[in-house]
């Protein structure tokens, strides 16, 4: 079997990594220069560009103007264990996953907080928890969009207006590209290097009225320390959500933020950010379509995700090899795709099935999709000749 011609058309941008993701188009370090870099975030300058930033997340993403918005250390995994070890244990707890990271959260709460009134709800790979058993007058802790499994909410209409409970959103591949439903969430963070491309280390933590109430009202019988304390004596510290961080953030970073947001303000905000999501999706949901050998790794259309989209290899001959073999196969065509330039960082998550994850999000072009998929095609073709060469 001879080894089939490479596709002509090549992606301009070959970054499709899911965190930290491609920059906004026409980035450049040049567009950093008025950073306060050298400077203490203390200053007049520094709570400037904090504040400036939440500012504009609170702008471009719609967050209604009585929730609060923070810049906290640690990524999304600082605001959501912020979040966690500060307000839940006054009531029961519903924990929701069905990928790793959500599967974290829940190992979080069962094994290190060890909250005796603990419930579970876990799908597999590919599908999506039944919401219909989960109890909203219970703290209810999910995921937006599973990141490694690709797999979405696809509104927010399970939530009840009158629940008793918080519910706590991870939100990290969802922000900026998803349409979030604040009235039925209380707790939502994310880092801004997903959607909009910063850089890694800071996360947004937004909470509502009702978020507020539960930190100010209850205190854990278990030690917070320093960067997770967001109350003093009884009330909440306002400086959080106006620019006063817990520890000292990145000033280029920060500034890599209000970037890429301004730029996002530029194109026409929030709409316009998904729709740029949606058509990227779109461009492989097409190439799946048409294509025999792979499927979209999200059963239900409904909830596949515009970010984070994984793929699996279905060809008969392929999913006829052990795990191990499949996984060979799936990185085989990753490293194919590495080695020719027109695609980074698309393999699977270590921890989800073999097979592709392409970051769709609102700072991936287009045309770099459409230009990709047919050098999946090739790599395919190419690995199914090495398989039966190595088979003869």
Same mark, same amino acid.
């Given at each position: ?31 950093? $220069? ?7 975030? *203390? ?24 929730? *609060? ?30 990928? $790793? ?18 419930? +579970? ?26 990141? /490694? ?13 009158? *629940? ?29 290097? +997903? ?95 048409? /294509? ?57 998550? *270590? ?36 398989? $039966?060469?190595?088979?003869?």
């Amino acid at each position: 079997m001879t080894n089939p011609a490479t596709p002509e058309l090549r992606p301009a941008n070959t970054h499709f990594s899911s965190g930290p993701c491609s920059k906004r188009p026409g980035w450049s370090l040049e567009a950093l $220069s008025d950073a306060a870099l050298g400077r203490s975030h *203390r200053a007049k300058v520094g709570k400037s560009k904090l504040k400036q930033a939440i500012d504009l997340t609170r702008e471009v993403l719609e967050v209604p103007a009585d929730y *609060r918005i923070g810049i906290v250390p640690a990524s999304d995994t600082g605001a959501v264990e912020m979040a966690l070890w500060s307000l839940l244990g006054s009531r029961g707890v519903d924990m929701v996953a069905w990928e $790793s990271f959500g599967s974290g959260w829940v190992s979080d709460v069962v094994k290190e907080l060890k909250l005796p009134d603990t419930r +579970k709800f876990v799908a597999d790979y590919g599908k999506l928890v039944d919401f219909s058993k989960v109890d909203f007058d219970r703290d209810v802790v999910f995921t937006w969009n599973g990141t /490694t499994s690709g797999v979405r909410v696809p509104n927010a209409d399970f939530i009840p207006a009158d *629940r008793e409970g918080l519910t706590i959103c991870d939100a990290t591949s969802a922000a900026f590209a998803q349409d979030l439903d604040f009235t039925k969430l209380d707790v939502v963070t994310f880092s801004w290097q +997903k959607v909009l491309g910063g850089e890694g280390a800071h996360g947004i933590l937004i909470l509502s009225p009702r978020a507020v109430e539960r930190l100010e009202s209850y205190e854990p019988s278990w030690p917070l320390p320093k960067i997770f304390r967001m109350t003093k004596g009884g009330k909440i510290i306002e400086g959080i959500f106006q620019g006063e961080t817990i520890n000292t953030p990145s000033m280029l970073c920060v500034e890599d933020y209000i970037d890429a947001l301004n730029w996002a303000k530029s194109l026409g905000g929030l709409k316009a950010l998904i729709a740029r999501a949606d058509a990227n999706a779109q461009a492989i949901h097409d190439f799946v379509e048409k /294509t025999d050998w792979i499927a979209n790794l999200a059963i239900e259309p409904a909830t596949q995700s515009n970010t984070s989209v994984c793929l699996k290899i279905i060809d008969p001959e392929v999913s006829a090899l052990d795990v191990a073999g499949q996984d060979a196969f799936a990185k085989g065509m990753v490293a194919l795709l590495e080695k020719q330039v027109v695609a980074h960082d698309i393999g699977a998550y *270590r921890d989800a099935p073999s097979g592709f994850r392409i970051w769709a999000g609102a700072t991936i072009e287009t045309s770099d999709i459409e230009a990709l998929m047919p050098w999946f095609d090739w790599a395919f073709s190419t690995q199914k000749a090495t398989l $039966s060469q190595a088979a003869a």
